[in-house]
T-cell receptor, first 115, second 113 residues
Framework: DSGVTQTPKHLITATGQRVTLRCSPR?????VYWYQQSLDQGLQFLIQ???????AKGNILERFSAQQFPDLHSELNLSSLELGDSALYFC??????????????FGDGTRLSIL | AQSVAQPEDQVNVAEGNPLTVKCTYS??????LFWYVQYPNRGLQFLLK??????LVKGSYGFEAEFNKSQTSFHLKKPSALVSDSALYFC???????????FGKGTRLHILP
């Protein structure tokens, strides 16, 4: 058990809809990362938050947004959903020191299916 | 820009034989290098990392990796493979001057009984 909790485990919705994925990081971890994993694109880094502030941005679409709350949990919001957004979405956390060479601890993901 | 390559989509090894999963990288600054393993329907699990120091890094489950600066490689190795090592393995690189982390496309390791 990594200590990172993601909800829900599965999500099925339709094109054009909006969903929110939730992540609770490991106790004591300040950094939260979001990733998208699909068969054709592999594991894509989306965004990182550190102690409530955006720290790094990867290949995140404008239709997607995220935030990290004061209690350090994070949410990833996906809107105007398209068929191509169907994927596994992972959250990971780390201690997130300034010189961040610490490993990340991954949740088991949310499987998003767009019909 | 940083990048990481795992040239093999799949590696097949007989149980008991040594295994190698290849990874090469490109960064502007000094690399932080990681290996992760993913089992079906699970998130990635950290195996080992190289930050600085000894080029041979030992990690979980008997795995080790060798950092080679001249070849910009960080290959994952294990002296004797187990069937339970069958999984998807990801190499990742982080430039020490950049907060972004890049993952390779993954290599599926099949250990044949």
């Amino acid at each position: 058990d990594s200590g990172v909790t993601q909800t829900p485990k599965h999500l099925i919705t339709a094109t054009g809809q909006r969903v929110t994925l939730r992540c609770s990081p490991r106790s004591g971890d300040l950094s939260v990362y979001w990733y998208q994993q699909s068969l054709d694109q592999g594991l894509q880094f989306l965004i990182q938050y550190y102690n409530g502030e955006e720290r790094a941005k990867g290949n995140i679409l404008e239709r997607f947004s995220a935030q990290q709350f004061p209690d350090l949990h994070s949410e990833l919001n996906l809107s105007s959903l398209e068929l191509g957004d169907s994927a596994l979405y992972f959250c990971a956390s780390s201690t997130g020191t300034e010189d961040s060479n610490q490993p990340q601890h991954f949740g088991d993901g949310t499987r998003l299916s767009i019909l | 820009a940083q990048s990481v390559a795992q040239p093999e989509d799949q590696v097949n090894v007989a149980e008991g034989n040594p295994l190698t999963v290849k990874c090469t990288y490109s960064v502007s600054g000094n690399p932080y290098l990681f290996w992760y393993v993913q089992y079906p329907n699970r998130g990635l699990q950290f195996l080992l990392k190289y930050i600085t120091g000894d080029n041979l890094v030992k990690g979980s489950y008997g795995f080790e990796a060798e950092f080679n600066k001249s070849q910009t490689s960080f290959h994952l190795k294990k002296p004797s493979a187990l069937v339970s090592d069958s999984a998807l393995y990801f190499c990742a690189v982080r430039d020490n001057r950049d907060d972004k982390i890049i993952f390779g496309k993954g290599t599926r390791l099949h250990i044949l009984p």
